[in-house]
T-cell receptor, first 112, second 111 residues
Framework: KAGVTQTPRYLIKTRGQQVTLSCSPI?????VSWYQQTPGQGLQFLFE???????NKGNFPGRFSGRQFSNSRSEMNVSTLELGDSALYLC???????????FGPGTRLTVT | GEDVEQSLFLSVREGDSSVINCTYT??????LYWYKQEPGAGLQLLTY?????DMKQDQRLTVLLNKKDKHLSLRIADTQTGDSAIYFC???????????FGTGTRLTVIP
């Protein structure tokens, strides 16, 4: 079974731009979660999607948004990038009640 | 509350046992997890324990859960240099579709 894939792996953007990150879950998994990892704040939950519906959202500003497609692939978008958005963005997929069973390698976003 | 706390660093000698500790505050935890993160990589799920269990063993890994004290530990037997990484504990809470992570413990194994 292929693992969780995230594209791109690395990204450099400038302040004010927007960015879209993609996550393909393990085949058959309908739940996709997104997390932001920074040295200062650690791992923080962004949002979780299940069958194209956002079931939960973390405490991030509205500049952070996401969606999930009918094939369970998910995208997250960050608009009006700020320097503090530089982070490793991780996505995880699950099939059932145990969340975050499989994490992707992450997308490292650098905002300059 | 969703505070999950871990000590930041742990050093052990190769071949010794490592014990990584974690405390959490929410008594409605359903599952508790241990993840490993190597440099430049994502999170690898090592093991998990359901909140109604006290112990789980999986090869070199032993998880102990003390619900009364809200304390979770991960013991790695015969620690190897390849075990050097950051270890995160996390909890999922009934009704919340997300994980709350600890700060991570950096384990250094000395040859």
């Amino acid at each position: 079974k292929a693992g969780v894939t995230q594209t791109p792996r690395y990204l450099i953007k400038t302040r004010g731009q927007q960015v879209t990150l993609s996550c393909s879950p393990i085949s058959g998994h309908r739940s996709v979660s997104w997390y932001q990892q920074t040295p200062g704040q650690g791992l923080q939950f962004l949002f979780e999607y299940f069958s194209e519906t956002q079931r939960n959202k973390g405490n991030f500003p509205g500049r952070f948004s996401g969606r999930q497609f009918s094939n369970s692939r998910s995208e997250m978008n960050v608009s009006t990038l700020e320097l503090g958005d530089s982070a490793l963005y991780l996505c995880a997929s699950s099939s059932g009640q145990r969340l975050g069973e499989y994490f992707g390698p992450g997308t490292r976003l650098t905002v300059t | 509350g969703e505070d999950v706390e871990q000590s930041l660093f742990l050093s052990v000698r190769e071949g010794d046992s490592s014990v990584i500790n974690c405390t959490y505050t929410d008594s409605s935890s359903t599952y508790l997890y241990w993840y490993k993160q190597e440099p430049g990589a994502g999170l690898q799920l090592l093991t998990y324990i359901f909140s109604n269990m006290d112990m789980k063993q999986d090869q070199r890994l032993t998880v102990l859960l003390n619900k009364k004290d809200k304390h979770l530990s991960l013991r790695i037997a015969d620690t190897q240099t390849g075990d050097s990484a950051i270890y995160f504990c996390a909890e999922s809470i009934s009704g919340a579709n997300n994980l709350f992570f600890g700060t991570g413990t950096r384990l250094t194994v000395i040859p």
